[in-house]
Structure formats: structure tokens, C-alpha cells
């Protein structure tokens, strides 16, 4: 529930008090035998304060206190937040957004019989990113930089490099990544539309308080996209490119290259055309065309080499009452 505490003609304060619970339940079974199960009892209290100093200047203050009734270690943490927002001009804004971050491991992770050390702890860390924002009739666009750090971060490793169903999930020690994005979006009229997005990072971790960061994920990402309404028919086309990967999880064996050593091998750059057709006959029925992959890419997804959908498409038929 929410309430005004205080009312001008500012609307200077407003404060939002809330409360979830959250019960999950898991079990694992190994060749038909119980290996593991347990569930996990989550409570959240949070409250948000927002006070807006002047009519150009607001700040909100966030606050989350979290208990969680866990099958391995009972947590407790509070999560604070604060954000600031500053119109520099009537289209321009200026932002700050400062929190902590936390995440629980999936609960059956802790009964994977691949997991070497039975343990896998929580993730939690920092967040911070400021930006502009520029809103015009015609074209907007937002320019941010950001900053995360977290501790005991949490990934998927292998007990068996040769054999990805032995994934188990685990926690990689120390990650960080910095970096700045940029969105721009162009109005052409009332029909068409484009949009270009461009992030560059430096995603790194290492696995020990001694060991040197090492590269995680991709650094360079590019999307652009094309939307177009005519009447009851929507269309849109989305690029992705993702460049500047890290090595393979393999070697050139097809071996752990961490644990095994040898060459690594390179991803490649990956790129993926999609596109949405979608036909509205009137407020009860539509039908929409999917279509994904179209130039039939053959990239890898990911560090461990799987390999995504080739060029493939679905078409569905949605009635709304």
C-alpha cells in the first residue's frame, strides 16, 4: 500500500510500504533415488521515500529488509537504495542511482552431486550508474556510465568439461564490471520509428582475493531496430551484434582450458537479424509471425560453446476476452 504523508502543491512527499513472502520447494532425485530436499521461506519488508526539494530536484530513498528461512544458512540483510533526478531543462535530465544488490543460489543447487564443494553461497554487491536523458518530440536519447561489484558471484561450471550435463552451479569469488552505454531513438512520424542502442564494458572476475581478473563476458554490444505501424498491422526488425567476446571455457582440445592449459580458443563475433509481424483484427483477436535468425547464423551463445537456433520461425493466434 502507499500514502501521501505530506501534500503541497509540489506533492513534496510520498512514501510506499510493502511486504512479500515467498515459499519455494525443491527436490532432486538421482536414478530414480531422493538426493536431496528442502525448501526456503523468503520475507521482505521495504519502504521507498520520496521528497522532491525544489521543482527541479527529487531524491528517493529505498529500503529492503530481507530475511530468508534457508535449507543451508538462514540470511538477513538490508538493501538500501538511493536515486536523484535533475531536470537540467524541461527535456533534459540528470540521474543517479546507487544499491546493493543480493541473490540467492537456485535452491536444488545444493543438492547437485556434480557441485565438488556442496556449498554454494549467496551473490551480493553494489551497483552504481548515472546518466542524462534528453526527451524531444522527434528523438530522444539517454547516455549512462555504471559500475558493479559484486563478491561470490554466481555461474555454471562443469565437473566434466567433456560432458555439459554436468553443469552445477557455483560461485566464481570476486567480479566487477564498468562501463557506458548509449540509446537513441528517431521518430519519423507517427508510423516509423528507429532505435540504436551501444554498451561497451569490461567485465572481469577471478576466482581468488590473489589470483588477476580475467575477462568474463562480451565487452562490446550494438543493437538497432526498426518499428513501423500501418493501420492494424505492426511490424518491427531487431539486429544484435556482440563483439570483443572472451576465450572459450575449452581449449583447442575441447578441454577445461583453466584446469588443462594449451590454447584457448576465440569466440567469434555473434550477430542475429529477428523480426515481428503482428496483426490486431480488433480488441479480441490478433495473429503474430516470429521470425528469428532470418540470415540462419551459426554463432555460439556462450563461453561453453553452445550453439544458438538456426533460423527458425512461429506463428500464433490470440483471442483476448
Not at 108 to 134: C, F, H, I, M, S
Not at 180 to 203: C, H, I, S, V, W
Request: proline fraction near 3%; include cysteine.
Amino acid at each position: 500500500w502507499s500514502s501521501d504523508v505530506c501534500s503541497s502543491d509540489l506533492d513534496k512527499d510520498t512514501f510506499i510500504l510493502g511486504f512479500d513472502i515467498l515459499r519455494e520447494k525443491a527436490t532432486t532425485w538421482t536414478n530414480a533415488t531422493t538426493v536431496g530436499s528442502g525448501d526456503r521461506k523468503t520475507y521482505a519488508l521495504y519502504a521507498s521515500y520520496k521528497h522532491q526539494f525544489s521543482p527541479k530536484f527529487e531524491a528517493t530513498l529505498g529500503m529492503r529488509g530481507l530475511h530468508v528461512n534457508d535449507y543451508s544458512e538462514d540470511q538477513n540483510k538490508f538493501l538500501p537504495q538511493i536515486q536523484t533526478l535533475y531536470k537540467l531543462k524541461d527535456n533534459m535530465s540528470w540521474y543517479i542511482n546507487v544499491g546493493k544488490a543480493f541473490q540467492m543460489p537456485a535452491l536444488n543447487q545444493y543438492w547437485n552431486t556434480n557441485n565438488p564443494n556442496g556449498r554454494v553461497d549467496p551473490q551480493e554487491g553494489w551497483t552504481y550508474e548515472t546518466g542524462l536523458k534528453v526527451v524531444n518530440k522527434a528523438n530522444s536519447w539517454k547516455f549512462d556510465v555504471f559500475h558493479m561489484d559484486l563478491d561470490a558471484k554466481l555461474d555454471w561450471q562443469f565437473a566434466d568439461p567433456a560432458d555439459k550435463s554436468t553443469a552445477y552451479l557455483t560461485n566464481f569469488g570476486k567480479w566487477k564490471n564498468t562501463g557506458a552505454e548509449l540509446e537513441y531513438t528517431q521518430n519519423f512520424n507517427d508510423n516509423l520509428k528507429m532505435r540504436f542502442g551501444l554498451m561497451y564494458a569490461n567485465p572481469k572476475q577471478k576466482e581468488t582475493d590473489d589470483a588477476p581478473y580475467v575477462q568474463d563476458q562480451a565487452k562490446l554490444q550494438f543493437t538497432a531496430g526498426i518499428d513501423y505501424q500501418l493501420g492494424k498491422l505492426s511490424t518491427n526488425l531487431n539486429y544484435l551484434f556482440v563483439g570483443k567476446r572472451p576465450d572459450s571455457y575449452y581449449n583447442t582440445e575441447g578441454k577445461k582450458y583453466a584446469t588443462y592449459g594449451g590454447t584457448p580458443r576465440s569466440l567469434s563475433n555473434r550477430s542475429m537479424l529477428n523480426a515481428n509481424f503482428i496483426y490486431k483484427a480488433d480488441e479480441h483477436h490478433s495473429m503474430q509471425l516470429t521470425l528469428n535468425n532470418i540470415f540462419d547464423k551459426k554463432d555460439m551463445i556462450n563461453e561453453y560453446e553452445n550453439w544458438g537456433m538456426p533460423f527458425n520461425w512461429m506463428l500464433t493466434y490470440n483471442y483476448t476476452f
